[in-house]
C-alpha cells in the first residue's frame, strides 16, 4: 500500500463519516451542521505535525474529490493556494490564522475545513513497520465561527 | 489491523465512497497532485493541454465539469500570460457554480488591472 493510497483511505473515512454520520463509536452531533449547512467548503492546505514532508499537498486533491462529489463546492484549491501565497500568507501555518472574516468577504466561501497531518510515514516497530497516517480536521462556518463538525481518521 | 480494514469496507460501501460521480473530473485532481509532488512535469502548458483535452471530451457526453475545473484552467492561461482565455474560464466557473462568484469576480477584477 503507497502513501497515496493511503491518504486516500484516510481521507474518504474522514469525509464520509463527516458527511454522512456513520460508523462512529459515538454518533456525531450535528446540531450545529443542521443550524448552518454549507454549500461551499474552502479546503485549506493541511497543517503537516507529522515528520514527513513531503505529500500534504496531495491531499488537497482527495479532499477535493470527495467533498464535491457530496454536492459541496469546493473551491479551486490550487488556485486558493496560490492566492494566499501572494495576499501575503506563504505557509499553511499563516493561513490556518486567516480571519474568518476574511475569509467570507474576499472569497465567500461558507465554511472553511482545516486539516492537520499528524503522522504521516513509516513507523518502525519491533517486528513490522507499518506506513501510518492520522489526519485531523475540523469544518468551521465562516459567518459565525462556530464549529459544524470535527474528526479525525487513522488508516 | 483486519478491523481496520473491515470498517474502512463498511466505511466505503454505506456511504458510497466510490466512483461514479456527479461531475466530470478528467485530469484536474491529477494536474493538482502532480503540480504540488513534481512541479517540473506539470507546466501551465501541460496542465491547457490536459484539461482542454478533458473538456472537449465532457462537452461531447454533456456531463458538468467538477467545481474548480474552469478556475483551474483559466489559471493556467493566465501563468501563460492568456489573459482573454483566463477571463473567459473564470466567467465559466463563476456561471457553472454561482458559489464562486465572489472569489472569481476578484480574479476578474485583477485581471483587468494587468
Known amino acids: 500500500m503507497n502513501l497515496r493510497k493511503l491518504l486516500r483511505s484516510a481521507g474518504c473515512v474522514i469525509l464520509a463519516s463527516v458527511l ?28 503537516n505535525n507529522s515528520t514527513n514532508v513531503k505529500g500534504t499537498y496531495s491531499y488537497l486533491s482527495t479532499v477535493t474529490y470527495y467533498l464535491a462529489e457530496r454536492g459541496y463546492y469546493v473551491f479551486p484549491v490550487a488556485v486558493i493556494d496560490q492566492f494566499l501565497k501572494e495576499n501575503g500568507m506563504p505557509t499553511a501555518g499563516e493561513m490556518h490564522q486567516v480571519p474568518l ?30 506506513i501510518k497516517v492520522s ?5 468551521v462556518d465562516t459567518r459565525t465561527g462556530i464549529l459544524l463538525w470535527e474528526g479525525t481518521a487513522v488508516a | ?52 483535452q478533458d473538456y472537449q471530451k465532457a462537452r461531447a457526453t454533456n456531463k458538468r465539469m467538477c467545481p474548480g475545473f474552469h478556475a ?10 492568456k489573459l482573454d482565455q483566463a477571463r473567459q474560464e473564470f466567467e ?19 485581471l483587468k488591472k494587468q
Request: with cysteine; net charge negative.
Open chain 1, 20 to 47: 454522512a454520520g456513520c460508523v462512529t463509536d459515538q454518533p456525531y452531533d450535528y446540531t450545529n451542521y443542521r443550524e448552518h449547512p454549507p454549500r461551499s467548503i474552502l479546503v485549506l492546505p493541511p497543517l
Open chain 2, 92 to 110: 465559466t466557473e463563476k456561471a457553472d457554480f454561482p458559489e464562486s462568484a465572489v472569489l472569481m469576480n476578484r480574479l476578474l477584477a485583477n
Open chain 1, 135 to 139: 489526519v485531523k480536521a475540523r469544518l
Open chain 2, 1 to 52: 489491523m483486519s478491523r481496520l480494514v473491515g470498517s474502512l469496507a463498511l466505511v466505503l460501501l454505506l456511504t458510497g465512497c466510490l466512483p461514479p460521480t456527479l461531475y466530470t473530473w478528467g485530469h484536474y485532481d491529477n494536474v493538482i497532485y502532480i503540480a504540488y509532488e513534481k512541479p517540473g512535469k506539470m507546466p501551465p502548458e501541460r496542465q491547457v493541454e490536459l484539461l482542454e
Open chain 2, 72 to 81: 483551474q484552467l483559466g489559471y493556467a492561461y493566465y501563468q501563460l500570460g
Open chain 1, 101 to 130: 472574516k476574511k475569509v467570507d468577504e474576499i472569497i465567500g466561501a461558507d465554511a472553511v475545513m482545516f486539516v492537520t497531518l499528524e503522522e504521516y510515514g513509516s513507523e518502525y516497530q519491533v517486528f513490522n513497520s507499518a
